[in-house]
């Protein structure tokens, strides 16, 4: 009965929240944008270059609104919701542009609303206003697990953790589930033991070196505020014949397993997912590309995941009348600079094979989807550098103190020029076994560390009395795809 009061007075809140931000866009029109990825995929430079660019006005030939000079002004407002931290766009920028450093990663959910005012093609004066939310993918890859019981979820990541590299990952994992007793007392010391090596299993996979993708639990990788909490002392048990007694450790787990899809999953979906208009995922192809063929399927079933996340159905009728759905998901394979140009449309061809799958099956839902390859900070140039096998598309830039290739340690001032590699122009190339690209390897003679070298940001001309504009590979096409037609 008690259950049944506080989901009705739930669904009478979220129904008056629906009819509010209804009646809010009737007025004020709003585009509430996603901003997703996995941990170090570009979402802290994406959003930082991209509010820069809308404030500042960048060189944005492709957005329409802003090349043709229709965008008088953009402005940061104060946020619509109290209790998400604010996206620290100010500080980030700083970092980018006074040291020349990239900024701190995404940890958890935060928000940034600019108010952009611009005059629409019949030459009215107008205002759209643009909520980036930018949260961990690490938390979007929970969601199918929602419709997944503890058996099953046990099951599958069983499975998983089986198969490929993951076999190897797992070892020390696996040897400590083969020597329990799923039925044996629940213990907390035990839970936390075992707690402790499936989330050791986690964040191997996750090494660039093999750059795995679907590795629910989200919040075992990506904490957020719940770091070291009981809520997250849960582990996938090695399959129990029968039922399990209550007070087991599989009865304690299944339990903790349930909490967290009840107080962490739901309503993460519920208050921030079931929002939103728009959505970019961002995706570091060229670390799963150099990590080989495992990491980049690994990659393409996380991708399905987080598509088939959008689909999750509504929370009310109500809601689902008046709530918007996302209606453009753009997938954008980032830190493009570490390619020569010839090898841009290469990218955006491999990444449109990885989400073409489950782009078919979203098509059903109406969302309309791109790919695309971008820069959202360009960190390097381009050299045209004479080899004995004709010139070679190379890149310049500054590697970042302590970065490693050839045999030399950088010092974070000097430049250097780099042969990247060139992508296959076939994309099926990069998913055969015996294929491994090894582009901008930091150590490419050592088999132990595939890690991309990584540049400094770039050195910017200095403006009197102005803030310079960052220079970018091809965001204007990612923000002409996600709002262009909302500034008509
Ligand atoms: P997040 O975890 O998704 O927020 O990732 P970040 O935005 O913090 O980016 C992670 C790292 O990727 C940065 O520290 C940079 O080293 C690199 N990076 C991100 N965007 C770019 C880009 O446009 N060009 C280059 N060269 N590196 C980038």
New binding site residues.
């Given amino acids: 009965m008690a259950n049944l009061i506080s989901d009705i007075v739930e669904q009478a809140r979220l129904t008056s929240r629906a009819l509010i931000e209804y009646s809010h866009n009737l007025f004020e029109p709003t585009v509430r944008l996603g901003v997703t990825?996995l941990?170090?995929?570009?979402?802290?430079?994406?959003i930082t270059a991209l509010v820069h660019g809308l404030l500042r006005g960048g060189r944005f030939p492709v957005f329409e609104a802003m090349a043709s000079g229709r965008i008088a002004r953009a402005r940061l407002a104060p946020q619509p919701d109290d209790t998400v931290p604010r996206f620290a766009y100010e500080a980030h920028l700083a970092q980018l542009l006074t040291e020349r450093q990239?900024?701190?990663?995404?940890k958890q959910i935060s928000e940034l609303r600019l108010v952009i005012e611009y005059q629409s093609q019949n030459r009215s004066m107008r205002e759209l206003t643009l909520d980036i939310v930018d949260y961990p993918g690490e938390w979007l890859l929970d969601l199918p697990l929602l419709r997944q019981s503890y058996e099953e979820w046990s099951a599958e990541t069983i499975r998983l953790s089986r198969e490929g590299d993951r076999a190897d990952l797992a070892g020390a994992w696996h040897f400590e589930i083969a020597a329990l007793d799923p039925r044996a007392p629940a213990d907390e010391t035990l839970a936390q033991t075992v707690a402790r090596h499936f989330t050791d299993y986690l964040r191997n996979c996750r090494d660039e070196r093999f750059a795995l993708s679907l590795l629910p639990p989200g919040r075992f990788l990506m904490p957020g505020e719940l770091a070291d909490s009981p809520a997250l002392t849960f582990a996938p048990l090695d399959r129990l014949e029968g039922s399990a007694p209550s007070g087991s450790l599989w009865a304690m787990m299944r339990r903790r397993y349930e909490s967290y899809k009840d107080a962490i999953v739901r309503p993460f979906y519920r208050d921030h997912i079931a929002r939103l208009d728009r959505q970019v995922v961002?995706v570091d192809t060229l670390t799963a590309l150099n990590a080989g063929p495992d990491a980049l399927r690994d990659l393409e079933r996380a991708l399905a995941a987080i598509l088939d996340s959008f689909n999750v159905g509504r929370n009310s009728i109500l809601s689902a009348l008046f709530a918007p759905r996302i209606d453009r998901i753009l997938f954008a394979a980032?830190?493009a600079?570490?390619l020569h140009h010839t090898s841009h449309d290469r990218l955006e061809r491999i990444l449109e094979r990885l989400v073409a799958d489950a782009a078919k099956r979203a098509d059903y839902s109406g969302a309309r989807i791109d790919a695309i390859a971008m820069?959202?900070?360009?960190?390097?140039t381009e050299a045209h550098v004479g080899g004995a096998q004709g010139t070679l598309h190379a890149i310049m830039g500054t590697p970042l103190a302590g970065e490693q290739a050839g045999g030399r340690t950088f010092d974070g001032e000097s430049q250097i020029v780099i042969y990247p590699g060139d992508l296959p122009e076939n994309p099926a190339a990069m998913f055969d076994p015996q294929t491994r690209f090894r582009g901008l390897s930091s150590a490419p003679s050592d088999d132990t560390d595939y890690r991309f070298l990584?540049?400094r940001p770039p050195a910017l001309e200095r403006i009197e009395g102005g803030v310079p504009a960052l220079p970018?590979i091809r965001l204007d096409r990612a923000l002409e795809f996600l709002i262009g037609d909302r500034l008509r």
């Fill in positions: 990825g941990s170090r995929a570009g979402k802290t430079v994406f990239w900024p701190d990663s995404t961002l980032t830190k600079d570490l820069a959202s900070v360009r960190a390097t990584r540049f970018h």
